[in-house]
């Protein structure tokens, strides 16, 4: 079938998106920050967005080894 | 309650169809005598087609969602309808005069505002299996963000007859088909125009094309696209059904490792065999594109290519529609 890599690499995305949901909510959400006395809530709310920056990157970086991993053969071509 | 929200859904997926239906071909008449035509290259003989399709798809979606609103005034409407015309304004300008690279996603990032001003988000985000997370100032970023990477995924999957035109109808049935699985009826509704715009504007996008949506057809249905998914709560599911496109932007981006349009782009990834059938490129400076991915094994029609995207779009609508199904499972 044509395009079958193209169909692993989407199932891949979809595996990741989940998973990387998953982090997000169970390990970083529940992340509590303290002792910056009013400014907690705002040190929270950055180091949390700060996390999920690097984390989406990291997404981005992953996918594009993994990019080249399944469609090495194409690629060359 | 629900009888009437049925009739209403029929009533504005009628107007939908039957307005882009019905006012493309003067449309293409009115292009083609203003000699707004552009050159298909994708045939052996020398074709014109007339370009943007783009005001149809917005008479479409404004036809039906105005007569949404007059039963149901809703911010929520009022968002789709302001911010897809905002992003049709965007194309348009695109359309009519070479703009640089950074020019679309800068406007598009704009006409993402009124979602804001609106106030018709809920700010965290939903993740199946797990749960939500909130983010109340990393969601106004996601919502700057959304719309221009909505826009120009399609914008950019719109290199063959009948691809883009396909491929939202695809999609946004899928997508309307997430909203009512996660019971938000109301969106769902809004969400049909944009189905049936896509659809009827296929009967004349299909190969060989009468008329190709340009920027302005293309950025109008992907921000409305991304708007429906921000104000119906369904950003996750909204990108898996995105993915194909998405992955085109993608592998696009991450080949030539800036941002510029593909007019700028000059190694061509994908070029003709003798009998004019496409054929991915050997020359190791062309980008990487979904279509040249397709056509590694060998040559094939444009029409061929056309139902491969078809297939990968429909196999992302199932695993968005898996993936709605798990909105209302937690571990």
Redesign the interface.
């Known amino acids: 079938m044509?395009?079958k890599?193209?169909?692993l690499?989407?199932?891949v995305?979809?595996t990741f998106?989940?998973g990387g949901?998953?982090l997000?909510?169970?390990i970083?959400?529940p992340l509590s920050i303290h002792g910056f006395g009013k400014f907690d809530d705002m040190v929270d709310?950055v180091v949390?967005?700060s996390i999920?920056i690097i984390l989406v990157l990291l997404w981005?970086l992953l996918?594009?080894k993994i990019?080249n991993w399944i469609?090495q053969?194409?690629?060359k071509? | 309650m629900m009888l009437d929200t049925t009739i209403i859904g029929i009533l504005i997926s009628a107007i939908a169809f039957v307005t882009v239906y019905a006012i493309t071909p003067s449309l293409i008449t009115v292009l083609t005598k203003r000699n707004m035509v552009v050159k298909d290259y994708n045939k052996e003989t020398v074709t014109m087609v007339a370009r943007p399709g783009g005001p149809s798809i917005l008479a479409g979606i404004l036809a039906s969602e105005f007569t949404l609103y007059a039963f149901f005034h809703t911010p929520e409407i009022l968002a789709i309808i302001i911010t897809t015309s905002l992003a049709f304004v965007v194309g348009f300008v695109d359309d009519r005069k070479v703009l640089g690279g950074w020019f679309k996603p800068l406007a598009l990032a704009g006409s993402a505002i009124p979602i804001i001003l609106l106030g018709v988000y809920v700010p965290h985000l939903e993740f199946p299996l797990f749960g939500l997370v909130r983010i109340p100032e990393l969601y106004l970023a996601l919502i700057i963000f959304m719309i221009p990477i909505t826009g120009n995924a399609i914008n950019s999957i719109d290199v063959l007859n009948g691809v883009a035109s396909g491929f939202m109808t695809i999609a946004s049935f899928a997508l309307t088909i997430c909203l009512v699985i996660v019971h938000n009826y109301d969106i769902a509704l809004a969400s049909l125009p944009l189905g049936f715009v896509s659809l009827a504007f296929y009967k004349y996008h299909k190969v060989p094309s009468r008329i190709f949506p340009g920027d302005s057809g293309a950025l109008t249905l992907g921000a409305m696209y991304g708007t429906l998914a921000i104000i119906g709560h369904v950003e996750v599911v909204a990108a898996i059904a995105l993915l194909p496109a998405v992955i085109n932007s993608f592998l696009f981006l991450s080949s030539v490792k800036r941002v510029i349009e593909h007019r700028q782009i000059k190694a061509q990834p994908v070029v003709h065999t003798d009998d004019f059938r496409l054929m991915a490129s050997d020359d190791k400076s062309a980008p990487v594109t979904l279509v040249r991915l397709i056509l590694a094994n060998g040559p094939l029609t444009e029409k061929q290519v056309g139902f491969v995207i078809f297939r990968l779009a429909l196999f992302s609508a199932a695993l968005a529609i898996i993936t709605a199904f798990m909105m209302g499972v937690k571990i």
């Open positions: 044509r395009g890599p193209i169909f690499y989407i199932f995305m979809w998106i989940i949901g998953g997000l909510v169970s970083i959400a709310s949390k967005a999920a981005v996918m594009s990019k469609f053969k194409q690629i071509h």
